[in-house]
C-alpha cells in the first residue's frame, strides 16, 4: 500500500548537503541514495516498509511510503520531519551566526545548511558506538553487518532493486543476540547491548524533550554505558533536536578552527569560542564541518 505526500520547509535549503552528509553514513542494505532521492527501510507500529524522500519542485520535499497495512501518515511525517531538519529557521540561525567572522563566510556559502537528524534513536545510538574510534565507512560496515544478521528482510521489488533488504534491528534482538562474530572489542559488544536493555526498560529514552534542559540530556545520555561526552552530544544533535548540542573536542572541529598558523584550539578554547554561537552551537558546527569538504 503506497502513500505519497508533501513535506513543507522554510527555504533556502541546502538539500545536496544534507544527502552528502546522509549517503557517507547509509547502512548497505537499509538506506539507499541515488541521484537526488533517498530510500530507506523502516518500522512504523510494528509494521516494516520503506520510506522514499526526494525534492519537490517547490519548498517542500516529496515523501513515498510503502507499507504492507495502513500506517499513519504523521508517523511517517515526524520521521522524515525529524531527519531533514524540517522545522529549522535558517533565516533566523544563519544571521545569528553570522555575527561571527568565522562563521560569516560559511553561512553565506550555504544558507540553507540543516542538521541532519536520525529516522531512530535506538539505530543512532548503535551507530555512535559502533563508530567510536573507527572511521565512518568501518563503522557503516559493522552496522550492514548487524542489520544483515538481526534485521527482519523486507519484500519489496522497488526497494530491492535499490538494495533495500533488511530493516535495521530493534532492541530485543541487539540484546539478546550472539555479536561475538562481528569482530569487535568485547567491551563494544557490552555497550551496545547494555544501550539495547537501557531502551527496552525505558522505551522514551530517545524522544525529545523528555529529559528536559540541554545538560540534563547529556547527563541522561552520559548515564549510559559507552556514551561520553561526544556522543552523547552527536545523538542529542541528530536524534533528541537538541540546537544547541555542541560535540566539544571533536577533532574535525577543532582543525576547522585552526588559526593561519595551523594551531588548534584546546577543547576548553573551542568552548569558550562557542559561546557566542548560543543556542545555535549544532548548526555551527555543521558548517564547521561542512567548510572542511
Same mark, same amino acid.
Do not use: C
Given at each position: ?8 520547509y522554510?527555504a533556502?535549503?541546502d538539500?545536496?548537503?544534507?544527502l552528502?552528509f ?12 541515488a541521484?537526488?532521492r533517498?530510500a ?6 510494528d509494521?516494516p516498509g520503506?520510506?522514499f524522500v ?7 520535499l516529496?515523501v513515498?511510503?510503502?507499507f /504492507?497495512k $495502513?500506517?499513519p501518515r504523521?508517523l511517517i511525517? *515526524?520521521r522524515?520531519? +525529524? @531527519?531533514?531538519d #524540517?522545522? /529549522?529557521? $535558517?533565516k533566523v540561525?544563519g544571521a545569528?551566526l *553570522?555575527?561571527?567572522? +568565522? @562563521?560569516a563566510? #560559511?553561512? /553565506?556559502?550555504r544558507?540553507?545548511l540543516?542538521?541532519?537528524? *536520525?529516522?531512530?534513536?535506538?539505530e543512532?545510538?548503535?551507530? /555512535?558506538?559502533l563508530g567510536q574510534?573507527?572511521?565512518v565507512? *568501518?563503522?557503516?560496515g559493522l552496522a550492514a553487518?548487524?542489520?544483515a544478521r ?6 519489496h521489488p522497488?526497494a530491492n532493486?535499490l538494495?533495500l533488504t533488511h530493516?535495521f534491528?530493534?532492541?530485543?534482538r ?10 569487535m572489542p568485547?567491551?563494544?559488544?557490552a555497550w551496545l547491548q547494555?544501550?539495547?536493555?537501557a531502551h527496552l526498560a525505558?522505551?522514551s529514552?530517545?524522544?525529545a524533550?523528555t ?5 540534563e ?10 556514551i561520553?561526552?561526544?556522543t ?6 541528530r ?12 577533532v ?7 588559526n ?5 584550539p584546546?577543547a ?5 569560542r562557542?559561546?557566542r554561537w548560543?543556542?545555535w ?6 558548517h564547521?564541518w561542512?567548510s572542511?569538504t
Amino acid at each position: 500500500m503506497a502513500s505519497s505526500f508533501r513535506l513543507p520547509y522554510r527555504a533556502p535549503y541546502d538539500w545536496n548537503a544534507i544527502l552528502s552528509f546522509l549517503a557517507l553514513r547509509a547502512i548497505p542494505g537499509v538506506e539507499s541514495i541515488a541521484e537526488d532521492r533517498y530510500a530507506r527501510t523502516a518500522v512504523i507500529n510494528d509494521e516494516p516498509g520503506t520510506v522514499f524522500v526526494r525534492p519537490g519542485r517547490g519548498a517542500f520535499l516529496h515523501v513515498t511510503a510503502h507499507f /504492507a497495512k $495502513p500506517v499513519p501518515r504523521a508517523l511517517i511525517a *515526524a520521521r522524515v520531519q +525529524r @531527519l531533514f531538519d #524540517l522545522n /529549522a529557521d $535558517p533565516k533566523v540561525i544563519g544571521a545569528h551566526l *553570522a555575527r561571527d567572522r +568565522r @562563521l560569516a563566510p #560559511l553561512v /553565506a556559502a550555504r544558507p540553507g545548511l540543516r542538521v541532519p537528524g *536520525a529516522w531512530d534513536g535506538f539505530e543512532l545510538g548503535v551507530r /555512535a558506538i559502533l563508530g567510536q574510534q573507527i572511521t565512518v565507512v *568501518a563503522a557503516r560496515g559493522l552496522a550492514a553487518q548487524l542489520a544483515a544478521r538481526l534485521g527482519e528482510q523486507i519484500t519489496h521489488p522497488q526497494a530491492n532493486a535499490l538494495g533495500l533488504t533488511h530493516v535495521f534491528p530493534d532492541p530485543a534482538r541487539v540484546s539478546a543476540a550472539d555479536l561475538s562474530t562481528l569482530g569487535m572489542p568485547r567491551a563494544r559488544i557490552a555497550w551496545l547491548q547494555a544501550l539495547a536493555r537501557a531502551h527496552l526498560a525505558d522505551p522514551s529514552l530517545f524522544d525529545a524533550g523528555t529529559a528536559g534542559s540541554l545538560d540534563e540530556v547529556i547527563d541522561k545520555l552520559r548515564s549510559l554505558k559507552g556514551i561520553g561526552e561526544w556522543t552523547a552530544h552527536y545523538i542529542a544533535m541528530r536524534q533528541l533536536r537538541e540546537p544547541d548540542a555542541f560535540p566539544v573536542g571533536d577533532v574535525a572541529l577543532m582543525r576547522a578552527l585552526a588559526n593561519a598558523k595551523g594551531v588548534r584550539p584546546t577543547a576548553r578554547q573551542m568552548l569558550a569560542r562557542a559561546e557566542r554561537w548560543r543556542p545555535w552551537r549544532a548548526y555551527a558546527a555543521l558548517h564547521l564541518w561542512a567548510s572542511l569538504t
